[in-house]
């Protein structure tokens, strides 16, 4: 998916709409396992498990939504500034990593059984 999406900026012409086409693959096949196999799988484990489980599924597929979006714009149509990319990019990073980490600490605090 992130290999697919550094080819298609690096590709010159349209031919990066078809490794953006390949990245959305992988993205959707990805997506779906958050939504449902692994849900599922956190569910029969009881407990809390949902619950944040739901959270970090939550934050991490609404912010992976947005990649491809900021990538569409950026090295698609080039309608974004280079540092404007690299803000909203930033941005990103830190909401499906720090804000994930934080969230799943928190349900670490009822034991890491539970997680």
Same mark, same amino acid.
């Given at each position: 998916m992130i290999a697919t999406g550094a080819f298609g900026s690096l590709t010159v012409g349209n031919v990066k709409w078809v490794w953006w086409f390949f990245g959305m693959c992988w993205f959707l096949h990805i997506i779906f396992?958050? +939504? *449902? /196999?692994?849900?599922?799988?956190? *569910?029969a484990k009881g407990g809390d498990s949902a619950s944040v489980y739901s959270k970090i599924a939550g934050i991490t597929v609404i912010t992976w939504f947005c990649y491809p979006v900021v990538w569409v714009f950026a090295e698609g149509f080039g309608? !974004? /500034? #280079?540092?404007?990319? #690299? &803000?909203?990019?930033g941005v990103l990073d830190v909401i499906s990593k720090a804000v !994930? +980490?934080?969230? &799943?600490?928190s349900g670490a605090a009822t034991g890491y059984e539970s997680i």
């Open positions: 396992a958050l +939504g *449902k /196999s692994w849900a599922e799988a956190a *569910k309608n !974004f /500034s #280079v540092t404007f990319e #690299v &803000l909203i990019y !994930f +980490g934080l969230i &799943l600490m």
